[in-house]
């Protein structure tokens, strides 16, 4: 079994509608992220969590909200989907105790907002 | 802040060639980490190599291998003997070292062809 998952692997929504995108993680980190990925633009960082009640903005949060459900489940949402959040999105996951700050990617969500 | 930049969009070499995708970067951090990451079409995101930017010595994982130079901030990867498999978007990724964050940044992305 994968140690990150993310749920669903593809998702086509209208705008103005509510969606969430799920991400688990079986191996034991404290920390996780949410990245979107745009052609030409690599990944950016979307927010990041250090544990359940730390939560925190990155570099582009503006219509997006997360919530740390528990230590293995990071869950992002868009309250109001427009087509310009069309992206793949990824979800990571780092240990804080591990010292060479390697991030453990997710398969990525395909979101697509017509 | 942080910013990390590949200058090659694309690239594309004859398989069993040796290929170097560039990357620079800046921060002001004095301890920080540098990472390749490799995108095959499944999407999913695969570490390369690491470099530790207190090592002196460069990085190297089998065939891939990396040229750096600190005080250039240039972090480059070579791949030698170069294979179909390795067909991918490559991503060049800066983590500073700063008390409690570990924030990855990433350059644009190189797309990698290998030809049979």
């Known amino acids: 079994d994968a140690d990150v998952t993310q749920t669903p692997r593809n998702r086509i929504t209208k705008t103005g509608k509510r969606i969430m995108l799920e991400c688990s993680q079986t191996?034991?980190?404290?920390?996780m992220y949410w990245y979107r990925q745009d052609p030409g633009l690599g990944l950016r960082l979307i927010y990041y969590?250090?544990?359940?009640?730390?939560?925190n903005k990155g570099e582009i949060s503006d219509g997006y909200s997360v919530s740390r459900q528990a230590q293995a489940k990071f869950s992002l949402s868009l309250e109001s989907a427009i087509p310009n959040q069309t992206a793949l999105y990824f979800c990571?996951?780092?240990?804080?105790?591990?010292?060479?700050?390697?991030?453990?990617f997710g398969p990525g969500t395909r979101l697509t907002v017509t | 802040a942080q910013t990390v930049t590949q200058s090659q969009p694309e690239m594309s070499v004859q398989e069993a060639e040796t290929v170097t995708l560039s990357c620079t970067y800046d921060?002001?951090?004095?301890?920080?980490?540098l990472f390749w990451y490799k995108q095959p079409p499944s999407r999913q995101m695969i570490l390369v190599i690491r470099?530790?930017?207190?090592?002196?010595q460069n990085a190297t994982e089998n065939r891939f291998s990396v040229n750096f130079q600190k005080a250039a901030k240039s972090f480059s990867l070579k791949i030698s003997d170069s294979q179909l498999g390795d067909t991918a978007m490559y991503f060049c990724?800066?983590?500073?070292?700063?008390?409690?964050?570990?924030?990855?940044?990433f350059g644009q992305g190189t797309r990698l062809t290998i030809n049979p």
């Open positions: 969590s250090f544990d359940v009640k730390d939560i």
């Open positions: 990724a800066l983590c500073p070292v700063i008390q409690g964050a570990q924030k990855l940044v």
């Open positions: 191996k034991g980190h404290d920390r």
């Open positions: 921060t002001s951090e004095s301890n920080y980490y």
């Open positions: 990571a996951t780092s240990d804080r105790g591990q010292g060479n700050n390697e991030q453990y």
């Open positions: 470099q530790e930017a207190y090592k002196q």
